[in-house]
T-cell receptor, first 113, second 114 residues
């Protein structure tokens, strides 16, 4: 069984500030972890993923995430927010040996000038 | 543009009716996934097809069914619609059924049941 908890349905930052979106997971098997972004009226786009190997994963648009097994976390960060980062972000988990994704409820990132 | 297309973009219908949502995967992708996104349930996996065969099932109601055709496009059929079925329905595709394959999402079909 797998589950994902995203802390905070909304996160507000100022342009240029650090972005931190939190994700904790539960998985009965070694997890594969993903962050997706959804812009208004669009489908989901993959930001980054962790499968095996290096625990710090770099993605598109300057985002990165670190897999911490001891904390069962996969938080998403970006050093400096841009207005264009305003969107909804979804963390997802897939157990190795499974093909289906389990998504968190999503976090809406609001960026103010 | 992910390369996954979904039609229609919007659908408004009444309770008790039946609708069909259509998805065309990216060229060459063999796997198709259907998801439902609603405010209360979030994004939920419904069902996966791989090369015409059902591969995995999630939280799909018995009133819902899907199929994947020989040309690899897929249809999601929703019947005896209820108000609670109003949601955004996404289709995604991936190259194979391999667990590492990235899923590419379509723009979604917004279903409103009145």
């Amino acid at each position: 069984a797998q589950s994902v908890t995203q802390l905070g349905s909304h996160v507000s930052v100022s342009e240029g500030a650090l972005v931190l979106l939190r994700c904790n997971y539960s998985s009965s098997v070694p997890p594969y972890l993903f962050w997706y972004v959804q812009y208004p009226n669009q489908g989901l786009q993959l930001l980054l993923k962790y499968t095996t190997g290096a625990t710090l994963v770099k993605g598109i648009n300057g985002f990165e995430a670190e897999f911490k097994k001891s904390e069962t976390s996969f938080h998403l960060t970006k050093p400096s927010a841009h207005m264009s980062d305003a969107a909804e972000y979804f963390c997802a988990v897939r157990g190795s040996g499974y093909s289906t994704l389990t998504f968190g409820k999503g976090t809406m990132l609001l960026v103010s000038p | 543009d992910s390369g996954v297309t979904q039609t229609p973009k919007h659908l408004i219908t009444a309770t008790g009716q039946r609708v069909t949502l259509r998805c065309s995967p990216r060229s060459g992708d063999l796997s198709v996934y259907w998801y439902q996104q609603s405010l209360d349930q979030g994004l939920q996996f419904l069902i996966q097809y791989y090369n015409g065969e059902e591969r995995a099932k999630g939280n799909i109601l018995e009133r819902f069914s899907a199929q994947q055709f020989p040309d690899l496009h897929s249809e999601l059929n929703l019947s005896s619609l209820e108000l609670g079925d109003s949601a955004l329905y996404f289709c995604a595709s991936s190259a194979t059924r391999d667990y590492n394959n990235e899923q590419f999402f379509g723009p979604g079909t917004r279903l409103t049941v009145l």
